[in-house]
């Protein structure tokens, strides 16, 4: 079946604008996560949603960033006001409902602030 | 705060080997373990995944270990090959998963 997709892949943008990134879970998970992953930091958590909770805001690092997830399927990661800093590669994940909580990754989309 | 290490950072081998990629973490209250595979520009790939009342996991050539009293996981991968050249990361935690930063493998034909 069709695994977890982000749109674009790949974005540049100057510093000081906003972006959208966007993230389609595999269908019938309830479970859609937020990474970043960049050179100096590694891979790490951003923000989590499941089903119809609040959402787990505790990794984000600025409140520049925002995230909201729409019929509990399709997800948008905003970046207000980019600096350089917010340079990475984005990645979503999503898991299927139960206890396992195994989580299964998109391609990512590289984001490029210049 | 958990803190999780991968050791070594980088490894090469010549193609046919069986080898052992490592990993510890700080905080033994663990929910799962996740081992991944990444390809260069692209997103992770789920190899194997133990709850912490697992001891291992074994998917075709790979087999990982779970022992939370000591804080370690080891993926041994057996019989090496050219398309096992990946960077390989461990996580731990439930819904958050926090990572190690990776041991980036390499098989030599």
């Known amino acids: 079946g069709a695994g977890v997709s982000q749109s674009p892949s790949n974005k540049v943008t100057e510093k000081g604008k906003d972006v959208e990134l966007r993230c389609d879970p595999i269908?019938?998970?309830?479970?859609l996560y937020w990474y970043r992953q960049s050179l100096g930091q590694g891979l790490e958590f951003l923000i989590y949603f499941q089903g119809n909770s609040a959402p787990d805001k505790s990794g984000l690092p600025s409140d520049r960033f925002s995230a909201e997830r729409t019929g509990g399927s399709v997800s948008t990661l905003t970046i207000q006001r980019t600096q350089q800093e917010d340079s990475a590669v984005y990645l979503c994940?999503?898991?299927?409902?139960?206890?396992?909580?195994?989580?299964?990754f998109g391609p990512g989309t590289r984001l490029t602030v210049t | 705060k958990q803190e999780v290490t991968q050791i070594p950072a980088a490894l090469s081998v010549p193609e046919g080997e069986n080898l052992v990629l490592n990993c510890s973490f700080t905080d033994s209250a663990i929910y799962n373990l996740q081992w991944f595979r990444q390809d260069p520009g692209k997103g992770l790939t789920s190899l194997l995944l133990i709850q912490s009342s697992q001891r291992e996991q074994t998917s075709g050539r790979l087999n990982a270990s779970l022992d939370k009293s000591s804080g370690r996981s080891t993926l041994y991968i057996a019989a090496s090959q050219p398309g096992d050249s990946a960077t390989y990361l461990c996580a731990v935690g439930a819904q958050k998963l926090v990572f190690g930063q990776g041991t980036r493998l390499t098989i030599n034909p």
């Open positions: 269908s019938g998970h309830t479970a």
């Open positions: 994940a999503s898991s299927p409902q139960g206890q396992s909580y195994e989580q299964y």
